[in-house]
């Protein structure tokens, strides 16, 4: 997979450089537009569509305050149905992450390409539905196939989470004002709220959380477009 997302990396940024020469035909002079980007982050349908238990939907926006360096964000909601670890619940909330990007790729005349650094505070608001539970075997082993399943499911609301995320991703524009990137995320877990009896296997905008590791990666793939409010 890791290979996968590396050549897919590489061939954007061809497709950004052979765009960009057909942009610099018709380009005039070497401006910079400051304005509001928005777009929606296409790894979630399609992850929709092939992992099972899961939905998603992740808006994402920046806007230009220098030359290279940007004030961003992501705006997201996730439900993740989880059976694992002797246990069957399903996490649902919504999350937030605020922070900069800055540009270190130095553009051509008529250029408006990124390769991004940012950092990333995010938090979530969810819920844990607690579905089931598996048996336990002569006080020593569960029993990970015979999930009882509760006849009135409990709920736990009010959970949280807190984490800081540093981001490394490239942005090209396609076509004038359209973009299309890739975000790697590396999370480090500050902390967060448990339900009671367990803890929480999934974290909204965090994704999966490891028991006595507050590691975490991610993976966005975005479709984006400018509104230019002024140029320089």
Not at 109 to 132: A, E, P, W
């Amino acid at each position: 997979m890791l290979k996968y997302y590396i050549k897919y990396i590489f061939l954007l940024i061809f497709t950004s450089i052979w765009s960009q020469n057909e942009i610099q035909k018709d380009s005039i002079g070497s401006e910079l537009r400051y304005g509001f980007r928005f777009g929606v982050d296409m790894s979630k349908p399609i992850r929709m569509l092939i992992e099972e238990g899961y939905k998603g939907l992740e808006f994402v926006g920046d806007y230009r305050l220098t030359k290279d360096l940007y004030i961003a964000g992501e705006l997201g909601n996730e439900t993740k149905n989880i059976n694992q670890d002797g246990v069957h619940f399903e996490t649902a909330g919504t999350y937030l992450k605020l922070g900069i990007d800055y540009n270190v790729f130095n553009n051509w005349k008529g250029m408006d390409n990124l390769i991004l650094v940012g950092f990333r505070y995010g938090l979530s608001q969810h819920k844990q539905t607690l579905l089931g539970y598996s048996r336990l075997i002569n006080d020593r082993y569960w029993q990970e196939d015979n999930i009882i399943t509760l006849d009135e499911p409990l709920t736990y609301e009010g959970l949280n989470g807190h984490w800081i995320e540093f981001q490394f991703g490239i942005k090209a524009e396609l076509l004038r004002n359209l973009y299309m990137g890739i975000t790697i995320q590396m999370h480090r877990l500050l902390s967060d709220k448990d339900p009671e009896n367990f803890e929480n296997l999934f974290i909204p905008g965090f994704n999966k959380v490891l028991t006595n590791n507050p590691y975490g990666a991610g993976l966005n793939y975005t479709i984006s477009y400018q509104i230019p409010v002024f140029k320089k």
